[in-house]
T-cell receptor
Framework: SQQGEEDPQALSIQEGENATMNCSYK?????LQWYRQNSGRGLVHLIL?????REKHSGRLRVTLDTSKKSSSLLITASRAADTASYFC???????????FGTGTRLQVTL | AAGVIQSPRHLIKEKRETATLKCYPI?????VYWYQQGPGQDPQFLIS???????DKGSIPDRFSAQQFSDYHSELNMSSLELGDSALYFC??????????????FGEGSRLTVL
């Protein structure tokens, strides 16, 4: 598939700690996006980073993109219990009219 | 603000039956996507439409078909249902072009259970 693995598959941290998730992909991309999904619910867009960008911030979120390594990371700072969810990266590549999702990281934030 | 509306939210069918899922995109969004997500799996792309024409096709079984209508709503038709079709089916919409996929807005999904 176009999308590689996300790691870790699961992450458990305490409130206030930072959470870092990594995503790898296989071919050149137009942009990479991160989504959040609460159990059994729809996916919610968090942030989009274009292939010519290296870092982007949005509130407590920081995304980096390294196109030479075909990888991206999502950092959530000062995590909260409400951040508990699955996080997916997704790539837009070539002329495809779609996003290809990674395997996701399940984040558990405990009090 | 208006979101993507999917119906029905839950659907139970027997093997070999037919199911139809409906999706109403956000107004003025011109692209619709369908994804299938099995338990504990990542969303798998099925098919997309841009301006009512099929835009891209993924791992959609031949038993499935979809179309986008003149009012931009879309329907996913699934026939000869199999147990393995049990999944969450998401519709998403965007204002992306054929060449560039921007932010997708997802509906809450339709949960299909095949018995």
């Amino acid at each position: 598939s176009q999308q590689g693995e996300e790691d870790p598959q699961a992450l458990s941290i305490q409130e206030g700690e930072n959470a870092t998730m990594n995503c790898s992909y296989k071919t050149s991309i137009n942009n990479l996006q991160w989504y959040r999904q609460n159990s059994g619910r729809g996916l919610v867009h968090l942030i989009l980073i274009r292939s010519n960008e290296r870092e982007k911030h949005s509130g407590r979120l920081r995304v980096t993109l390294d196109t030479s390594k075909k990888s991206s990371s999502l950092l959530i700072t000062a995590s909260r219990a409400a951040d508990t969810a699955s996080y997916f990266c997704a790539t837009d590549w070539g002329t495809a009219s779609k996003l290809t999702f990674g395997t996701g990281t399940r984040l558990q934030v405990t009090l | 603000a208006a979101g993507v509306i999917q119906s029905p939210r839950h659907l139970i069918k027997e093997k070999r039956e037919t199911a139809t899922l409906k999706c109403y995109p956000i107004p003025r969004h011109d692209t619709v996507y369908w994804y299938q997500q099995g338990p504990g799996q990542d969303p798998q792309f099925l098919i997309s439409f841009y301006e009512k024409m099929q835009s891209d096709k993924g791992s959609i079984p031949d038993r499935f078909s979809a179309q986008q209508f003149s009012d931009y709503h879309s329907e996913l038709n699934m026939s000869s249902l199999e147990l393995g079709d049990s999944a969450l089916y998401f519709c998403a919409s965007s204002t992306g072009s054929r060449e560039n996929t921007g932010e997708l807005f997802f509906g809450e999904g339709s949960r299909l259970t095949v018995l």
